[in-house]
């Protein structure tokens, strides 16, 4: 889901991977495993990003670090529940217990942008270094689970400096591209209302918002399972401990996939949680 249990230092471990791939896109793709500082990158990794054909699937551990400091889901869903006097049951799934007080009354929607909008709030290097990869914007392909709008500042700050030149393509859930075929910034759960048009309803937080966009409407499940048969795909920052988006994991079929890997310093159990999903 949108949280992901964050500490500075493995958001410093994280920002670090990511510069390292950044820096080193240009050399060394033909060695089997490219071994960048304490990170083994498989070459795959680094054909697709050559290739055109890698996806960045962000999480929100990637906005959780300074000066971005935004909530994971788990904090995000008290932050929402503050003065209602309610709050999740032991092991209670988060999206369940917002889904109770949307049904009890209380705006989640609504409630969510403030705690998602702290002052101050900027991108950090992590967002930038996910960008440089892509070294131009008509190759720019990341996906986010994340509601907040740092990665368009984080491109901004870029296009100002000369990086890059015309700005991505924007989409926000439900309103998804073909995931076979697309360039730019997906909010696959939707993001913060930015002009009247937007809807603070979009954003994926309760159980039933779930379930529309993964069951009864099925527009995250389309574009997703597309992405993952069409591209590399690089979890960043990403827990996958959704229980939906686990199942779908487990029922992609392997020979049909491009390939999915994952950005994390979790060893022994962990690791193998990741290898049940096939992201290795």
């Known amino acids: 889901n949108y949280g992901f249990a964050q500490t500075p230092e493995r958001h410093h471990s994280l920002q670090s991977q990511a510069a390292t791939i950044a820096k080193r896109i240009n050399t060394d793709t033909r060695k089997i495993m490219a071994r960048f500082g304490s990170v083994d990158f ?43 006097g309610l709050v999740p049951e032991e092991k209670e799934p988060l999206d369940r217990f917002l889904g109770s007080l949307n049904k009890n009354g209380i705006d989640v929607h609504q409630r969510a942008i403030k705690p998602l909008s702290p002052d101050g709030s900027k991108p950090n290097d992590l967002h930038r270094n996910i960008i440089r990869l892509f070294r131009d914007s008509k190759r720019i392909r990341l996906i986010t689970t994340n509601f907040d709008l740092l990665f368009e500042e984080a491109y901004k700050k870029l296009q100002n400096d000369g990086s890059f030149s015309e700005a991505p393509n924007v989409y ?70 959704d229980a939906i988006m686990n ?34």
């Open 172 to 241: 926000r859930a439900p309103a998804l591209p073909q995931g076979y075929d697309f360039n730019g910034i997906v909010y696959v759960h939707g993001a913060l209302p930015q002009l009247s048009s937007h809807r603070a309803k979009d954003m994926v937080l309760t159980d039933a918002d779930f379930g529309r966009a993964y069951l009864t409407e099925g527009w995250a499940r389309r574009f997703l399972v597309d992405v993952f048969r069409e591209f590399t795909v690089l979890f960043i920052g990403y827990s996958h401990n």
């Open 247 to 280: 199942y779908l994991a487990r029922a992609l079929p392997a020979d049909r996939l491009s390939g999915r890997f994952a950005l994390t310093d979790t060893d022994g159990k962990g690791k193998e949680n990741w290898k049940l999903l096939g992201i290795e």
């Open 42 to 84: 498989d070459e795959r990794i680094l054909n697709a990003i050559r290739d055109d054909k890698l996806v960045i699937f962000a999480g929100a551990g990637v906005s959780m670090g300074s000066p971005s400091n935004l909530p994971g889901f788990c904090k995000l869903a008290k932050d929402i529940a503050s003065g209602t």
